[in-house]
């Protein structure tokens, strides 16, 4: 069937949605208009198109994003795609008498000169070649949103202001709650509706979302009804945990104990909400670009070629932005019949819902080598985890792994001039995939990998930040010569996978050990009993057992 | 103490310096909240710093959208929203009286009056005042005169007076066509759409159903009369259950004999229905709809677009309800038996596009138990100040529908209360009688800020008020156009009964908690192991 599967996202939490606008700016900022070449990607599965009051055609992400009060700066709930703002000055209705209107103005918000860049269409066509000190202008994830967005995308929770300390929305009873106000049972629910009823085909749903706070429970929430509305479309989740708390570079006695009574209460959530994924999602991975995830992020994981502040969510969430590009085009080629129900078949046998997300990124290598070369030099693990207390093993997984931006002449030398490359087992093959598929069953024992290889590399212009080394050419090449600093990187080769083995047993097992060391009844907060979180500990502990591996193969 | 000691970083405010934190956030948000009370009330525009806007005059909105910092005025503003959640009305009042009742109280406590011989006064003040306010309700006839008064009161207090009276004639309508004998009005069977066009005045009442979606086929007609209706809970579309693994490879053939297989179970039930189409429609003039909760797919809709049916896909869980209440009918879960005794029926089915937007009209049905309230309006901001009112409003109506009674406003209950408690308090022994004193004195906030928003001058108006209310027996309220005493009953203006029960309970006993705060502290956990 060639019917495009259109899938709708949702986006739950600030982190979740700093991850999900770099998502949706690789895609956009990556558009080819007027290309000759067929693009070799189905855009229709994760946006739709309309059109706006004028009749202008829009062409916007199937997105549903939710996120606190003051947490977007200069974006309009709204937006400006459908209409533009009101104006206040020439504001004229029945709605009041004239000398009784109060008018209570913010102050405005400053946009920072991106923003203002691709607000005016003389600059638009030229953003991509500048460089924005984003690193310092970046305060919410509206800052380096390129996307616009559909009206009814954005949906902001009054009850709580972003960083409030006051009354934070920290816990995952807190979310629970806010599900069961009319705002979510009707209006959210309602623009779910509104999306689903558009698609032909609707394959089902990404959930990015935090699961640190009380988006944890919010998510969770929105999954059993969508679980009882929508029975048999996919859903996958990809819970987001940010790579650094502000809370735990703490100065005062005081503030460590905030700050350790903060960390105790994301374990409660982790717990909470990975029980409610495994319950309620087709599959779910966990993502951090650091190692530990939980009590503290921990050490931030390095990747070849890359240098990026951990402390920067700007940063972070570009790196695993990334990897949902590249895993997620499996199921978004226009050539393929492949679907995330195949995907979960392959990957979830016996209830193994949790996966590991990987990452290689940048896969690059020198301008003159090959792909053959550089897969027979390689040193090391092929690909960095970024699912945190994951070490992904070579030891009976089960993988699938999507490469792209390797062209068909960058595999190997041609015949003639082949030298001592014909000498290699991997010679006879001719295509990227066959070729690391081999590479895979070389290097792994009981391991099943499937490999898909997209052309495209990825597109990593501004807004994307430029965290790459030096050395990385503007077409993500290794160079010999530093490039200069004005020189943009464009796109670069990635390699991104999906993988189901033993390892995901240690992640449940480190969770289900801090969480167990926490008395529930000591955090208030939690409107929940004893009996109820003793029963969660021992749901995560027999998830873990699904991962025990005595009997597969 | 205990805590400072087992935490000695605890921060803590002690005896007059809390009751002053609690005082001075109390008064805040009094502050703000005052000038919209009353239909002479301003309103309030909101411009965020993006530039989104919101308008309101209501109390409980404005909470919702303030950004509030002071712990005592969080605490008084969720009080407030939670008295809203119960009876829809009130917020305002609340917060207002809240903080009299603070600022009376403060008075006498600085003269070295112990707060709980104050609250001890306070108790015995709201049981007096909820005496009086039984003996001023008025019982009344569920009919449309009385509800449109009490109705008209609410809503006046929120939006322009011309919008406020349109929409009290739909909310008044849409009521009553629910309302059959003694049964309660379930307000959920009322639809409340919103449509971007036009103007706020031309918000009508659609007796029967508008959904927010259209038929996805081209070939489908946009307009049908004399329609039976089948409501079900179906799926018509192909969801493939084989799966396609990426490492075990089917053959295309075997692929497509699967899909074959599939698709073959969903034609089935497709057939079903044409068939009861073509037995119930043939022969007459009659037409059919499918509204369905779950998914059509485009096969199964090209071949119900090709026998003349229009079908809607993933109709709201809750119109399954409303359209069975709108049209008769029996929502179906399968088409096992399928007859003509589970259509239902509406004269006639249009579609009306907007923009990108598609609405449906299932219009003409014969007795409808469910309706619409279609809001317009020409911008999102003012429908959502509409569809906040109508919501309020039919609460206002539906209060004085399960109450059976009403009473009389413009402040005529904390005039009357005034009086009889004033009276009351000599047969109090004791100091508590200061604390009775406080609370009469406390109640006249509400004709106090009624008449400065209406720009009259405050102890003239009482006063006149005041010795009105001595000669006369009847209730006593504001007339916020000419500034004199008038009854209310005569200017057709009345509150819920409920809401002023509420806000009596709720304002007494959150007072009467802030005044006996003796310590404020901010503090973690007292021990760092979890």
């Known amino acids: 069937m060639t019917n495009t599967q259109e899938i709708l996202t949702l986006q739950f939490g600030h982190y979740a949605n700093f991850v999900g606008t770099h998502w949706w700016n690789l895609q956009e900022t990556s558009f080819q208009y007027n290309s000759n070449t067929p693009s070799e990607i189905n855009h229709d599965v994760l946006f739709r198109e309309g059109h706006n009051s004028k009749g202008l055609v829009t062409f916007t992400p199937r997105l549903l994003l939710v996120d606190l009060k003051c947490s977007l700066k200069s974006l309009p709930t709204e937006g400006e795609l459908y209409e533009s703002l009101p104006d206040i000055a020439h504001y004229s209705g029945v709605n009041w008498d004239e000398n009784k209107l109060d008018i209570r103005k913010e102050q405005k918000q400053h946009k920072n000169e991106f923003q203002q860049d691709i607000d005016n269409p003389k600059t638009l066509q030229q953003f991509s070649q500048k460089k924005y000190n984003l690193e310092d202008s970046t305060e919410v994830w509206s800052d380096y949103l390129y996307s616009r967005f559909h009206p009814r995308s954005v949906n902001i929770i009054n009850e709580y202001q972003h960083c409030n300390k006051e009354t934070p929305f920290d816990t995952f009873s807190l979310g629970t709650e806010l599900w069961k106000t ?210 992904i093993g070579t030891n009976r997984v089960m993988q699938h792994l999507t490469i792209s931006g390797i062209s068909e002449s960058k595999i190997k030398k041609p015949y003639n001039f082949a030298g001592k490359q014909k000498d290699m087992p991997a010679y006879k093959y001719n295509s990227v995939k066959e070729m690391l598929e081999y590479y895979l069953a070389c290097t792994t024992y009981a391991t099943a990998s499937h490999v898909t290889a997209v052309e495209k590399p990825l597109t990593v212009k501004p807004p994307y930040p430029d965290i790459f080394d030096k050395i990385i050419g503007s077409d993500g090449n290794v160079n010999m010569n530093p490039r200069s600093d004005n020189t943009i990187i464009e796109s670069v080769p990635v390699l991104a996978g999906l993988h189901s083995g033993t390892e995901l047993g240690e992640m449940l097992e480190s969770l289900h050990s801090e969480a167990r060391k926490l008395k529930i009844a000591r955090f208030h907060q939690f409107t929940i009993e004893r009996d109820e979180y003793e029963e969660c500990l021992n749901d995560i502990l027999t998830f873990k057992e699904e991962y025990e591996d005595s009997y597969l193969i | 103490m205990a805590i400072s000691l087992l935490n000695p970083k605890a921060e803590v405010a002690r005896a007059a310096q809390a009751l002053a934190v609690n005082i001075s956030g109390a008064k805040g948000i009094q502050d703000v909240m005052k000038s919209n009370l009353g239909p002479k009330g301003t309103m309030k525009m909101l411009v965020s710093g993006a530039g989104d806007i919101k308008i309101t005059k209501d109390g409980n909105i404005l909470l919702h959208e303030m950004q509030i910092q002071h712990p005592t005025a969080s605490l008084i503003a969720r009080a407030s929203t939670a008295q809203d959640d119960m009876t829809g009305d009130g917020t305002t009042s609340t917060v207002l009286l809240i903080g009299e009742l603070l600022k009376q109280g403060d008075i006498y406590i600085a003269e070295g009056l112990h707060p709980r011989i104050l609250t001890d006064g306070f108790d015995k003040a709201k049981t007096k005042a909820l005496e009086v306010l039984d003996k001023i309700k008025i019982a009344i006839e569920p009919n449309k005169e009385n509800l449109t008064d009490v109705c008209r009161t609410s809503l006046r207090t929120k939006v322009h007076q011309k919008l406020a009276d349109v929409l009290t004639d739909v909310c008044v309508e849409a009521v009553l066509a629910l309302k059959s004998q003694d049964k309660p009005v379930d307000l959920h069977m009322i639809e409340l759409m919103q449509m971007q066009h036009k103007t706020e005045t031309d918000t009508t009442l659609v007796k029967g159903l508008v959904l927010d979606h259209g038929s996805r086929h081209p070939d489908m007609p946009k307009r049908l009369e004399n329609c039976y209706i089948l409501t079900c809970n179906v799926s018509l579309e192909y969801e493939k259950s084989e799966v396609n693994s990426g490492f075990f490879y089917k053959t295309a053939e075997e692929r497509d004999k699967m899909v074959a297989a599939e698709r073959e179970f969903i034609d089935q039930r497709v057939k079903k229905i044409i068939e009861l189409k073509k037995k119930v429609c043939a022969g007459n003039n009659k037409s059919f709809v499918v509204i369905n909760q779950k998914g059509i797919d485009p096969m199964s809709l090209d071949q119900l677009a090709k026998e003349g049916i229009i079908a809607l896909r993933r109709a709201k869980r809750r119109n399954m309800e409303r359209l069975a209440l709108a049209c008769g009918g029996v929502a179906m879960n399968s088409f096992d038996d399928l007859s003509e005794s589970v259509l239902g029926y509406a004269g006639v089915v249009y579609e009306h596009v907007l923009g990108e937007n ?160 003796d310590e404020v502290m901010r503090a973690g956990m007292s021990s760092l192991k979890g």
């Open chain 1, 182 to 391: 009319d705002f979510f049972q009707e209006d959210f629910v309602d623009k779910i509706r509104n999306y689903t009823e558009e698609c032909d085909h609707f394959q089902g749903f990404h959930v990015l979302t935090d699961c640190t706070n009380g988006f944890a429970g919010l998510s969770s929430s929105c999954l059993e009804d969508i679980r009882d509305e929508y029975d048999r479309k996919s859903v996958l989740v990809f819970p987001t945990i940010p790579s650094f708390f502000p809370d735990n570079e703490y100065k005062t006695d005081r503030e460590q104990v905030t700050s350790i009574m903060s960390d105790s209460t994301r374990v409660i959530n982790l717990l909470l909400s990975f029980n409610n994924f495994k319950q309620h999602s087709n599959m779910f991975s966990p993502l951090c670009t650091s190692k530990d995830g939980w009590r503290q992020p921990g050490e931030s994981r390095q990747f070849y070629h890359v240098n990026y502040n951990f402390k920067l969510p700007y940063h972070s969430s570009a790196i695993l932005a990334s990897a949902l590009e590249t895993i997620t085009l499996k199921y978004r080629l226009k050539s393929n019949t492949f679907s995330t129900m195949d995907l979960y078949a392959d990957l979830t046998a016996n209830g193994r819902k949790a996966v590991a997300t990987s990452i290689c990124l940048p896969f690059s290598f020198n301008c003159d080598a090959y792909l053959i070369d550089c897969l027979d030099q390689w040193e090391g693990p092929l690909y960095q985890s970024l699912t945190p207390r994951c070490t």
């Open chain 2, 358 to 517: 598609k609405y449906t009209f299932v219009e003409d049905c014969k007795n409808p138990q469910s309706v619409t309230i279609l809001m317009k309006g020409p911008n999102k901001h003012s429908l959502d100040q509409i569809k906040d009112s109508i919501r309020d409003g039919l609460r206002a109506i539906n209060n004085a529908l399960e109450d059976k009674a009403v009473i009389p406003g413009a402040g005529a209950f904390e005039v009357m209360a005034n009086k009889e408690l004033m009276q009351w308090k000599d047969t109090i022994k004791g100091k508590s009688r200061l604390g009775v004193i406080a609370y009469a004195e406390a109640l006249l906030i509400i004709p106090k800020v009624l008449a400065t928003n209406s720009g009259f001058d405050v102890q003239e108006t009482i006063v006149k008020l005041q010795e009105e209310s001595r000669i006369n027996p009847e209730p006593i309220g504001l007339d916020l156009v000419s500034g004199e005493p008038i009854n209310p009953k005569d200017a057709g203006i009345f509150d819920n009964y409920i809401v002023k029960k509420q806000i009596i309970n709720s304002c007494s006993v959150i007072a009467s908690n802030l005044l006996l705060v």
